[in-house]
């Protein structure tokens, strides 16, 4: 478990790190330097889940040296659906997620941290409005996790 205390905003206990694969902490399929690393560190504290439609096929080999589960979306649903009930499962109060796209809105917005990555993919505007946290790198958003000193100093009132 993570817990953070944020002044003026509260306790967060953090049991779940939900992320977006493509675009977030991939790029056309490809995992971005530094990402395997501080998720394995995370998992010590965390457990890691990643989410992804697939697109490039790669999803389940770019992560196999990951502590954590790869979750390949339903194909047919809403993939922005398919994420807010994987965070409402996982408890939305116990879960940061972690995503730049339009269909990561919904569990940026549901999770009790979300944080959103204007990555090299870009990021969309809706995510942007749904976030708690914006990072110009995933590897920025990590290090705030594994540096809570650094999420306190963002989001403190």
Not at 5 to 13: E, K, R, S, Y
Not at 102 to 111: E, I
Not at 115 to 138: F, H, N, R, Y
């Amino acid at each position: 478990m993570l817990t953070v205390d944020i002044p003026g905003q509260g306790v967060l206990n953090l049991e779940h790190i939900v992320l977006d694969f493509n675009g977030t902490m991939a790029l056309d399929g490809v995992l971005l330097p530094g990402v395997k690393e501080r998720l394995n560190l995370l998992a010590e504290k965390l457990q890691v889940h990643i989410l992804t439609a697939d697109t490039f096929g790669t999803g389940k080999a770019a992560c196999r040296e990951i502590k954590g589960r790869v979750h390949i979306l339903e194909q047919g649903r809403a993939g922005a659906e398919l994420k807010k009930e994987f965070i409402e499962t996982l408890g939305k109060d116990k879960t940061v997620a972690v995503g730049n796209g339009t269909n990561d809105t919904l569990m940026l917005k549901a999770a009790a941290l979300g944080i959103m990555v204007l990555g090299p993919e870009g990021a969309s505007g809706k995510a942007l409005a749904a976030a708690d946290v914006i990072v110009t790198d995933i590897n920025h958003g990590l290090d705030m996790l594994l540096n809570p000193k650094r999420l306190v100093a963002t989001l403190r009132a």
